[in-house]
């Protein structure tokens, strides 16, 4: 019930295409969906994230579709450039309990943005 | 300059022996965490703190031990009961109270056994 699916575990995409990573989660406790943008070597670094009164955010190029029924949410990143090469994690916490704001991570994906 | 720093950048322990990760932040954030990235196994929770002298266990505590006796500092041991330590080894930090909080991260210690 803790647990963030995430797929895929990797995906190479040409420069302009659109890579969807998608999450699923069980806990309907989840209130908060953040994605998380990590460079080798280096620290996760959030990129934009989302609240499930809402069904779509946009942060320039990248957008957060939630569907709170089906109980997923994906991120689509337009007009990929070779710079999003990284790899991109999903995560959800919530707002009560012992672990109030802990955040679970999915798997990660690993993304290739080919010139 | 706000930020979370994580040292070393690079650590190698011999079997057997305890080393520990130094991880300082300047956010004046009241909760604190340490994970394990391994490939393809995502970020995983060992320890986290909401206040300075406590500490709860996350999913892989065992073979690891924390302190928090500073709200700046959360540093982590590696003890030699970790049966497999080799791996990037990450500290966060975020306003305690706010699910939407960002979470900050250090930029990593990698941890390999020699």
């Known amino acids: 019930q803790q647990q963030v699916k995430q797929s895929p575990q990797s995906l190479i995409v040409q420069k302009g295409g659109i890579p969807i990573i998608n999450c699923a989660y069980e806990?309907?406790?989840?209130?908060?969906f953040p994605w998380y943008q990590q460079f080798p070597g280096k620290g996760p670094a959030l990129l934009i994230a989302?609240?499930?009164?809402?069904s779509e955010k946009k942060e320039g190029r990248f957008t957060i579709s939630f569907n709170k029924s089906a109980k997923q949410f994906s991120l689509h990143i337009m007009d990929s450039q070779p710079g999003d090469s990284a790899t991109y994690f999903c995560?959800?916490?919530?707002?009560?309990?012992?672990?109030?704001?802990?955040?679970?991570f999915g798997k990660g994906t690993k993304l290739s943005v080919k010139p | 300059d706000g930020g979370i720093t994580q040292s070393p950048k690079y650590l190698f322990r011999k079997e057997g022996q305890n080393v520990t990760l130094s991880c300082e932040q300047n956010l004046n954030h009241d909760a604190m965490y340490w994970y394990r990235q391994d490939p393809g196994q995502g970020l995983r929770l060992i320890y986290y703190?909401?206040?300075?002298?406590?500490?709860q266990k996350g999913d892989i505590a065992e073979g690891y031990s924390v302190s928090r006796e500073k709200k700046e500092s959360f540093p982590l041991t590696v003890t030699s009961a970790q049966k497999n330590p080799t791996a990037f080894y990450l500290c966060?930090?975020?306003?305690?109270?706010?699910?939407?909080?960002?979470?900050?991260f250090g930029q990593g210690t990698r941890l390999t056994v020699v």
């Open positions: 995560a959800a916490s919530m707002n009560y309990g012992g672990s109030q704001g802990n955040l679970i």
């Open positions: 966060a930090s975020k306003r305690q109270g706010i699910t939407s909080a960002e979470a900050f």
């Open positions: 703190s909401q206040i300075v002298n406590d500490f």
């Open positions: 806990n309907t406790a989840f209130d908060y």
């Open positions: 989302i609240r499930p009164d809402v």
